[in-house]
């Protein structure tokens, strides 16, 4: 926990989807530690390195807007790729007019958070860093200072980037809306928390420079309150159910 920050983020539209609602998307009131995980992972990976979740403080009033749009039902084949690759004659090409369809989604806007996390080591390929903690911290802090990342960091889905992130010595909650604030304790039910790969980010097979992994996992989910714009997460995490 000594190797904790505070990070301030901010964007025009967001959406952490139910996982109840499968056709179109719905967004939870909040994000989701998850969601938050994947941010910071845009920002600074590495297989050594697992983020937490400790506190998400709302500043902004929990605003929903409905879009709709058009999204294609499939994706490129990996497998076509790699045979035109070989000079056979699968095309990899997929075209949108046939397989679009209009979906709707029920998304949030002008989203503000505050998100204090810290970071642990999972033991993976760092058998021989020396002071692998106050390296990776060092890193970390760095990329978050001068706005590094590798991907865009979103909120949620891609679709909806960050607008903007800044680290922070201390969270300033006079900043949080009065309708939050009147809201109270709210007991935002059973949400996700995260999905949880079963090969523990592990090659299955074994080899780090061709590595292949499982597409096995779960859903953690826990039921965690609000109260008057701050998620406790730490404190919720001790009732995780699958």
Do not use: L, T
């Given at each position: 926990m000594s190797y904790g920050f505070k990070v301030l983020v901010e964007g025009d539209y967001a959406c952490f989807t139910r996982p109840e609602l499968k056709v179109?998307?719905?967004s939870y009131d909040v994000p989701t530690p998850g969601a938050l995980e994947g941010m910071l992972k845009s920002v600074y990976w590495k297989p050594a390195v697992r983020y937490v979740i400790d506190k998400i403080?709302?500043?902004h009033p929990?605003?929903?807007i409905n879009i709709r749009r058009n999204e294609v039902k499939e994706k490129v084949?990996?497998?076509a790729v790699k045979n035109?690759?070989?000079g056979k004659a699968e095309s990899p090409c997929i075209y949108t007019s046939k397989i679009r369809s209009q979906r709707a989604s029920m998304v949030l806007?002008?989203?503000k958070y505050g998100i204090a996390f810290h970071f642990e080591l999972t033991g993976l390929k760092n058998e021989?860093?020396?002071d692998a903690e106050k390296k990776?911290?060092?890193i970390i802090k760095r990329r978050l200072e001068k706005g590094q990342c590798f991907r865009t960091p979103c909120l949620g889905c891609s679709e909806f980037p960050i607008k903007s992130i800044s680290l922070l010595e201390k969270f300033d909650e006079n900043m949080i809306s009065e309708e939050i604030i009147a809201m109270g304790d709210v007991d935002l039910g059973f949400m996700s928390y995260k999905v949880q790969f079963e090969d523990g980010g592990k090659p299955i097979n074994g080899d780090w420079d061709n590595p292949k992994f499982s597409d096995k996992a779960s859903t953690l989910y826990y039921r965690p309150h609000m109260i008057n714009g701050v998620i406790d997460v730490e404190k919720y995490r001790e009732g995780l159910k699958c």
């Open positions: 179109e998307r719905v403080i709302v500043f929990i605003d929903f084949k990996f497998k035109q690759m070989k806007k002008n989203v021989e860093e020396q990776h911290y060092n």
